[in-house]
């Protein structure tokens, strides 16, 4: 598979959550549909039905995509759109963790169950509870804890929840106020609930200080991934409105996190999605673009390419179209 060509053609892929499962690549997209409506800001183009798990035997190998692993209407509490989902394993059985909107129009986060890494998953009638807002992506540590993060702005409706309860025409945050951070909470031991309600993840800059909500170069959009490279924890994130993919690094799963950089530069189209993971002893930056749509925002296409660390642990930044 060439790196930053499109892995498959057939569908459009975004919001790609690659994970190596028995030495093989599996990469858990959203399926975008290819219809004709209007872009708006709460995300109303993006109106994801199923999902495909797509799978590579290696690096060098064809990307296989595995058929329909799960669709919303087998799911009996969503009603519509669902975005960027993500996989993990854990005793031999596979749990993927996936953002819809239920019957009141609010995003949750459900889960479904597979005893193999491309499916079919089995969903819980009901959403996690407690869960909210959008892009679940799932540590297990290496002490076996699993902690999932999520949460995005706008469509995402995150600010909507700044109280602690669903408001459905919030205050606009200051610029000079804290962003929002996404959430994160521990998973329990079934891997279907959380332990303890979610709470917000601070991302700090270089003087300690909270990012503001106007430093849109940096501060929190959607689409968070977690990652450990030499003991550290990496929190990467979209910032949205900039379209950057930055970093932020920290000693404990749960932050706070500082900011280092960033990962990726603007792709073509709005929306950048990422997820990062070790293979054979590299690193591969897994996102998407609209280059195959010719722009359309969402009609987007999964690729893949190397990311490369500095002896410092600060991760070098892709510029996506350089040859
Ligand atoms: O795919 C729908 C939404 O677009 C995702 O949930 C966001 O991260 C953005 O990629």
């Not at 799960?70 to 993990?88: E, G, R, S, T, Y």
């Not at 491309?118 to 002490?143: E, H």
């Not at 010719?294 to 040859?323: A, C, L, S, W």
Request: proline content about 7%.
């Amino acid at each position: 598979m060439k790196q930053r060509e499109p892995l498959v053609k057939h569908i459009f892929t975004a919001d790609p959550s690659a994970h190596v499962f028995n030495d093989k690549i599996y990469v858990y997209p959203s399926h975008d549909l290819a219809h004709d409506g209007e872009d708006d800001d709460e995300g109303g183009e993006y109106v994801m039905e199923d999902y495909h798990v797509l799978s590579l035997d290696n690096l060098d190998a064809d990307c296989v995509d595995n058929g329909e692993a799960l669709h919303m209407k087998d799911v009996p509490w969503v009603d519509k759109q669902m975005w960027a989902p993500d996989c993990v394993c854990k005793d031999g059985k596979y749990y993927l963790y996936f953002p819809a909107r239920d019957h009141d129009g609010i995003f949750r986060i459900g889960v479904a169950v597979s005893d193999s890494p491309v499916g079919p998953f089995k969903a819980d009638d009901s959403y996690i509870p407690g869960s909210k807002s959008i892009d679940p992506a799932v540590l297990i540590d290496d002490d076996g804890r699993a902690y999932l993060y999520n949460g995005g702005l706008w469509g995402g409706q995150l600010e909507k929840w700044m109280t602690g309860s669903f408001v459905k025409d919030p205050e606009e945050i200051p610029a000079d106020a804290a962003a929002l951070g996404p959430y994160v909470a521990e998973l329990s031991d079934d891997m279907k609930t959380f332990k303890e309600d979610p709470v917000m993840v601070q991302i700090l800059d270089e003087n300690g200080e909270p990012i503001k909500a106007g430093d849109e170069d940096r501060r929190y959009f959607e689409g968070p991934w977690m990652h450990k490279y030499n003991g550290l924890y990496y929190l990467s994130y979209s910032t949205g409105t900039t379209h950057y993919i930055v970093y932020a690094t920290g000693t404990d799963p749960k932050g706070p996190f500082t900011y280092r950089g960033r990962i990726l530069e603007p792709v073509i189209g709005w929306t950048t999605h990422h997820s990062i993971v070790e293979y054979h002893g590299k690193w591969y930056l897994f996102y998407h673009d609209c280059e195959l749509s010719g722009g359309i925002n969402h009609r987007r296409t999964v690729k893949y390419t190397e990311m490369k660390y500095n002896p410092d642990g600060t991760i070098q930044t892709i510029f996506p179209y350089d040859k």
